[in-house]
């Protein structure tokens, strides 16, 4: 079984930065992702990271969060710089193997409980 726990949402104004945590217990996926769901809205895909590292980004975050993984901690991170308004969410981190897309929700086994994230402006 896994287990995802995600840590370091809180409260930032826009143009500040946070850095959002996952540690992951159980085996390693071949690939680990953030998503996030608005007030409202369904959940999107924002980045993704495969066990090579190598990396793929929604377009409106690119430039400005950056996920990293460390295998030897089994913890996956996104650094989320010059936040926006936009970006307030809960967040969620998820680790997958099922082949069915790296940016869809299918693409998924587990999910973390989610962190929430809330950008002032």
């Known amino acids: 079984q896994v287990t995802l726990v995600e840590s370091g949402g809180g409260l930032v104004q826009a143009g500040g930065s946070l850095r959002l945590s996952c540690a992951g217990s159980?085996?390693?996926?071949?690939?680990m992702g953030w998503f996030r769901q608005a007030p409202g809205k369904g959940r999107e895909f924002v980045a993704a990271?495969?066990?090579?590292?190598?990396?793929t980004y929604e377009d409106s975050v690119k430039g400005r969060f950056t996920i990293s993984r460390d295998n030897m901690k089994n913890t996956m991170y996104l650094q989320m710089n010059s936040l926006k308004p936009e970006d307030t969410a809960v967040y969620y981190c998820?680790?997958?193997?099922?082949?069915?897309?790296?940016?869809?929700?299918?693409?998924?086994?587990?999910w973390g409980q989610g962190t929430q994230v809330t950008v002032s402006s």
């Open positions: 990271i495969w066990s090579g590292d190598s990396t």
């Open positions: 998820a680790a997958g193997s099922t082949g069915r897309g790296i940016r869809r929700i299918q693409g998924y086994n587990y």
């Open positions: 159980g085996r390693t996926y071949n690939y």
